[in-house]
């Protein structure tokens, strides 16, 4: 049966998906399973980079269905961090559940990932993939990766290449992104003003359908330089709060 779309859902997932027809039936089914019909209410967006095959006519099918399931549609492909950054922009939850469409991250992780959010009341809480399913050079270079980047940014996060992450919106709605800074949202989500950091592990699963979309040593070198960009912005972050208002009406 499909479900009530609440008007302001709770929680908005954020999905990038590119050329993922094969797993975006299941994936679907497995939120709507985590989940049910809440609470907390929910709704699904799936952000469509531009895919190449059957995945939008799924998405679309799928909201007819379901009004808790949303899709964005790119007129052409713009990467992962466009996609994130346009969920971010559209979502009506007051918190973001990021995740991957290609089934490694589990949906049956995201109310356990909820419920740590509210009883620490944190601001972002990140998933570290345990018993990693992926080949030794992948794990290897992640591993490099998230070393450099936390030696040159200060930020503790243990593993920024799992997907599957929780935010309040407010940190994420107007971060500045720009191409392949998607790895870096737990360092940016601070710079937004984020203070109650959550780490916590999640399931891994092996990919069983599709191709991975990003290949390991183009991703861990294009990786490094940003950590570059990543520094200046942090060094240059303006990071002013309000203490006190007076006048108006």
Same mark, same amino acid.
């Given at each position: ?131 990693? $399913?992926?080949?030794?050079?992948? +794990?290897?270079? /992640? *591993?490099?990766?998230?070393?450099? &980047?936390? =030696?040159?940014?200060?930020? @503790? ?45 999640? $399931?891994?699963?092996?990919?069983? +359908?599709?191709? /991975? *979309?990003?290949?390991?040593?183009? &991703?861990? =070198?294009?990786?490094?330089? @940003? ?23």
């Amino acid at each position: 049966m499909a479900g009530v779309m609440a008007d302001h859902p709770a929680v908005s997932l954020v999905v990038p998906v590119y050329d993922e027809e094969e797993n975006l039936p299941d994936l679907i089914d497995q939120i709507r399973a985590a989940l049910g019909d809440g609470p907390p209410s929910w709704e699904l967006l799936l952000v469509d980079d531009g895919s190449r095959d059957r995945s939008w006519e799924i998405i679309a099918r799928r909201g007819a269905a379901d009004p808790r399931v949303r899709g964005l549609r790119f007129a052409a492909n713009r990467g992962q961090t466009a996609a994130f950054a346009a969920g971010f922009r559209a979502a009506r939850g007051e918190l973001v559940v990021t995740l991957d469409a290609d089934l490694q991250n589990d949906p049956a992780d995201i109310p356990r990932l909820l419920e740590l959010q509210r009883e620490k009341d944190a601001d972002v809480v990140l998933g570290v993939r345990a018993r990693r $399913n992926d080949s030794l050079v992948r +794990r290897w270079s /992640s *591993k490099l990766a998230n070393g450099y &980047r936390r =030696w040159r940014t200060g930020d @503790d996060a243990i593993d920024t290449g799992c997907s599957l992450k929780v935010f309040r919106t407010r940190f994420v709605r107007e971060m500045p992104l720009f191409t392949g800074l998607h790895r870096f949202l737990p360092t940016l989500a601070r710079m937004q003003g984020a203070r109650r950091v959550e780490q916590t592990e999640v $399931n891994h699963r092996p990919r069983t +359908r599709g191709v /991975s *979309k990003y290949g390991v040593w183009n &991703r861990l =070198w294009v990786g490094l330089a @940003d950590v570059k960009a990543v520094t200046w912005m942090q060094k240059r972050h303006l990071g002013y709060e309000i203490a006190e208002e007076s006048g108006g009406e």
